[in-house]
Nanobody, 122 residues
Framework: VQLVESGGGLVQPGGSLKLSCAGSGFTFSNYDMSWYRQVPGKARELVAVISNAGGSPNYADSVKGRFTISRDNADNTVYLQMNSLKPEDTAVYYC????????????????WGQGTQVTVSS
């Protein structure tokens, strides 16, 4: 299983970035996908999640109305469109894949990308 994020960088407050995460080595369309972020010294924070079929997106309150998660199962890619960026959005952003339940007792498996740095600063 491999998840490769891209699209991070330096952007001014109020600007936009679009992150991409390409998955390989697993059946991408069966997995729920999420974006998390982390700043040094703090716990990793869930930002947005989308179900395996692309429905039911959910967002952290801090990004609602500014960020949009989407996916292309034909291309094995999940995206995070980030608009109206704020300095407090500065973090390393991680892609996460969560497997469907399998086995008994039911278990789910989670995989992480290596992260991409987003810096919002003037």
């Amino acid at each position: 299983v491999q998840l490769v994020e891209s699209g991070g960088g330096l952007v001014q407050p109020g600007g936009s970035l679009k992150l991409s995460c390409a998955g390989s080595g697993f059946t991408f369309s069966n997995y729920d996908m999420s974006w998390y972020r982390q700043v040094p010294g703090k716990a990793r924070e869930l930002v947005a999640v989308i179900s395996n079929a692309g429905g039911s997106p959910n967002y952290a309150d801090s990004v609602k109305g500014r960020f949009t998660i989407s996916r292309d199962n034909a291309d094995n890619t999940v995206y995070l469109q980030m608009n109206s960026l704020k300095p407090e959005d500065t973090a390393v952003y991680y892609c996460n894949a969560l497997s469907p339940s399998s086995g008994w007792p039911p278990r789910r498996y989670t995989y992480w990308g290596q992260g991409t740095q987003v810096t919002v600063s003037s």
